[in-house]
Each structure stands twice: as structure tokens, then as C-alpha cells.
């Protein structure tokens, strides 16, 4: 949605013709919100949590924003929310969220400083019982929750992005990816944001060998520190 050319050439003229440009754009990708400011985080959570844009809404507790400050520099994009989730209306604060802030420590980074976000705002599930069990969400879902991404992206203007699983990694890329061919490289997402992509912690909680759960784990805080290390080397 930045449009550089534009923006450049600076003064008030551009800057009300590049408002009137990103309304249309938005109108043209069929968006009811696109008259809505969204120029902060408070905005925009307000925003998602009216979201229909795609039927999951019907039966989560709530939509969850991603969370964190607006100026981090490092962004990390989960799947969607877990019942955890769900229910407390924060991102990554169940078992796969005790994963992530186990490996942000050992990888040297402050979650504090990392916006914490999902591809998919809404929770879906199966109900079995009383138990909801995850199911993830479809391409048709990714593709209309991307939406509310790169409202968080245009916020956040982070300078790396790390994917978190083959969810996060389709919607920032715009296709279907293969987690083992794209990690422990650096990518450039379209708008040129740095990309990193990686497997998702709740594929940790799934491994049952010991040996082979610690040798994942420890490629997994690889990755992160990779990421922390090119922001670092930017900052320098
Ligand atoms: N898994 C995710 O992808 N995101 C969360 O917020 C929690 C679990």
C-alpha cells in the first residue's frame, strides 16, 4: 500500500492525492473498512474486532490483534490464535507462546521489543466435547485476514519479519511455501521488509523424541538469533 513515488515528492497536494490513492486502492480490493483512519494500534484492534471478512468470526471469543510497540523493529508472525489465545485476546500466550518466549530469551531478544502477531486474527476449531482443537485455517481465510497484516505492517514499518510456520510464511509471501527450502536464508518481501522464515513453535510440542525436540529447538532459536543479528548489524 506505500507508495514511495508518491510520498517522495512531498507537500500537501501529494500527500492529500496519496490519501485519496489509498482509498480507492482499498475501495477496489473490496474493503469495508477502508474509510476507518486506522493509523494506531488502539484503531485498529478496534476495527478487526468488527471484522466479517471471512466466516471465523462466528464462532471465536474474539479477534486478537497483534501486540507490542508501535516502533519494533523486528515483527513475528504466528498462525492464529490458540483457545489460549482466544480467550485472553493476546497472541502466542499458551504452550506455543511459552515455546516462543523460551527461544526469544535464548536467542537474545527482548519480546518486549517484537510485535507478537498472527496471518489469522480469529480462532478455528473443531469442537470435540468440551475440547476446541486448533484446525488451520484455509487459503481463502489466510488471504482475507492478510488484509488486517499489512494494516499492522503499515503501523509497525518493522524492519524484519520472521515467519512462524507455513501459514505465516504463505501470507506474507502470497503463496504456499516449503518451510525446509526457505529457512536460514533472508528474504525480500515484496515491499522489501527483510523476511526470515522458520517452523512454528507448536510443531516443537509435537515431537515426541527427546533428542529430536532439543536438535529442532535449538535450529529454532538459530533462526531468531539470525533475524536479531542483521537488525543488529543495520543498527550498527
Ligand atoms: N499459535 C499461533 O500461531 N499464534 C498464537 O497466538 C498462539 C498459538
Avoid at 466479517?52 to 501486540?67: I, M, N
Avoid at 485455517?137 to 515467519?163: F, G, H, T
Avoid at 501470507?171 to 526470515?196: C, E, N, P
Wanted: proline share 4%.
Amino acid at each position: 500500500m506505500s507508495q514511495p513515488g508518491i510520498a517522495r515528492r512531498g507537500g500537501a497536494l501529494s500527500s492529500a492525492m496519496t490519501k485519496t490513492r489509498k482509498k480507492s486502492a482499498n475501495r477496489a480490493a473490496g474493503d469495508e473498512a477502508a474509510d476507518s483512519p486506522l493509523r494506531t494500534l488502539v484503531e485498529l484492534a478496534k476495527a478487526e474486532a468488527e471484522c466479517t471478512r471471512c466466516p471465523l468470526y462466528k464462532h471465536a471469543t474474539q479477534a486478537v490483534p497483534g501486540e507490542g510497540r508501535t516502533g519494533s523493529r523486528l515483527m513475528v508472525v504466528g498462525e492464529q490464535p490458540g483457545d489460549k489465545e482466544d480467550l485472553a485476546g493476546k497472541p502466542f500466550v499458551g504452550p506455543a507462546g511459552a515455546i516462543l518466549d523460551r527461544a526469544l530469551i535464548d536467542a537474545d531478544i527482548d519480546r518486549k521489543a517484537v510485535f507478537v502477531t498472527n496471518a489469522v486474527k480469529h480462532f478455528k476449531f473443531d469442537e470435540r466435547g468440551k475440547r476446541r482443537l486448533h484446525k488451520r485455517p484455509n487459503a481463502y481465510e489466510i488471504e482475507r485476514c492478510k488484509w488486517w497484516l499489512d494494516r499492522e505492517r503499515e503501523i509497525i514499518r518493522p524492519a524484519a519479519i520472521v515467519a512462524l510456520g507455513a501459514t505465516a510464511a504463505r501470507s506474507l509471501f502470497g503463496r504456499s511455501v516449503t518451510i525446509s527450502k526457505m529457512r536460514a536464508q533472508q528474504h525480500a518481501l515484496a515491499d522489501g521488509t527483510l523476511a526470515f522464515v522458520t517452523i512454528h513453535p507448536s510443531y516443537l510440542l509435537r515431537i515426541q523424541d527427546e533428542d529430536d525436540k532439543a536438535r529442532e529447538y535449538r535450529q529454532f532459536v538459530a533462526d531468531l538469533r539470525q533475524a536479531a543479528r542483521w537488525l543488529a548489524q543495520r543498527a550498527a
